[in-house]
């Protein structure tokens, strides 16, 4: 029988110390850093950071820190976004592999040529999407403002939005304005199952079923709320109800179980018996390569200033109308 021994490389364990999270903390006092975490990242993650949120609110935050780093705890488009506010800051992703589906579902050449076809329609992008994007964009939105921010446009103005077509079929829904959708998606987001979430409600009555926008409308039909996953941690904070199943990326849950460790939180299912609704690109981070990132000062996020000056327009524009 053909048996495998696992030979950690020496010299990278040598260099790892083994609290972790002291060591984080030293490094981040010396450099005057600051973490910034999506709720999608593993709970270690959560735990050291200095602030955790959603996508609006990691924006909020990076444009308001005065720390000389950021570590941003999250995907490219996040620590990007976090680079075109703080051209002048170091930003640190713990791994560049760490994209996003949605925001691959959009190559700008092809976005350019979709949006020459409506040239007196606005362009509203949601953040999960490029800097070039950003910068092809009138507006950016969140999950969590992007029915705020439609609803403020004039009725007579055309709106392109895009990546995600499934929070355009939300916000259509929500605001009642016609919009001209690109057809990107979030991988994680559609690999829920509405036959084992209906299967599952049948076993738990009294739990609610919470999702986020970027579900597909078969599964958001079923929610009892929908909202940005800031909104989800805030909605099952405020309930009565004491059961959930919660349809958006489970890392989500590290927060709800904290925050209300009385209630029970149970992850929608994937179609195939699979991870699947975990988000392969933010599980790229761990607390090992946080440490290094910050350690080495790598992998930093740069930007060509031409397209990071187009881009930053449309997110202040965000940032005021939120
Ligand atoms: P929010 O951070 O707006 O909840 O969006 C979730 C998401 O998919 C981030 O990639
Ligand atoms: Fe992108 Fe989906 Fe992952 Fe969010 S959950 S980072 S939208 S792939």
């Known amino acids: 029988m053909f048996t ?4 950690p490389n020496q010299s990278l364990l040598n260099n790892i110390p083994q609290d972790l999270f002291s060591a984080i903390a030293t490094i981040k006092k010396e450099l005057n850093a600051v973490i ?5 990242q593993e709970g270690d993650i959560q735990d050291i950071a200095d602030y955790i949120g959603d996508s609006l609110g990691l924006s909020q935050q990076a444009a308001s820190t005065d720390a000389d780093v950021i570590l941003f705890a999250g995907v490219h488009f996040m620590a990007e976004t976090a680079k075109i506010l703080n051209p002048n800051k170091l930003v640190l992703l713990p791994d560049l592999n760490a994209g996003c589906s949605l925001a691959d579902s959009c190559p700008p050449d092809k976005f350019a040529d979709f949006k020459a076809q409506y040239p007196e329609h606005l362009v509203i992008s949601y953040i999960n999407c490029s800097a070039e994007i950003k910068a092809l964009s009138d507006i950016i939105c969140t999950s969590s403002n992007a029915v705020k921010i439609v609803k403020q446009i004039p009725k ?25 959708l690109w057809d990107g998606s979030c991988i994680v987001h559609e690999t829920f199952s509405e036959k084992k979430i209906v299967q599952l409600k049948v076993q ?25 996953t800031t909104a989800l941690l805030k909605y ?10 919660i349809a958006t990326e489970p890392g989500i849950i590290h927060q709800m179980e904290k925050d209300a460790p009385e209630k029970l939180f149970i992850p929608a299912p994937p179609q195939s018996n699979c991870a699947c609704n975990q988000c392969p690109y933010m599980r790229l981070n761990t607390l090992e390569k946080v440490y290094l990132a ?17 881009a930053l327009k449309p997110i202040q524009k965000m940032l005021e109308m939120s």
């Open 294 to 310: 910050l350690k080495n000062r790598t992998p930093q996020i740069n930007i060509t200033e031409s397209i990071r000056v187009k």
């Open 156 to 180: 007579n103005q055309g709106i392109i939005f895009a990546p995600d077509q499934n929070l355009g079929h939300y916000v259509i829904e929500q605001t009642g304005r016609e919009m001209i």
């Open 204 to 228: 738990h009555p009294q739990a609610e079923i919470l999702a986020h926008p970027e579900c597909e409308m078969s599964i958001l039909r079923h929610a009892d709320y929908i909202g940005s």
């Open 36 to 40: 910034l975490a999506h709720y999608y």
């Open 236 to 245: 099952v904070l405020q309930t009565t109800s004491k059961e959930f199943i």
């Open 4 to 7: 495998a021994t696992f030979a």
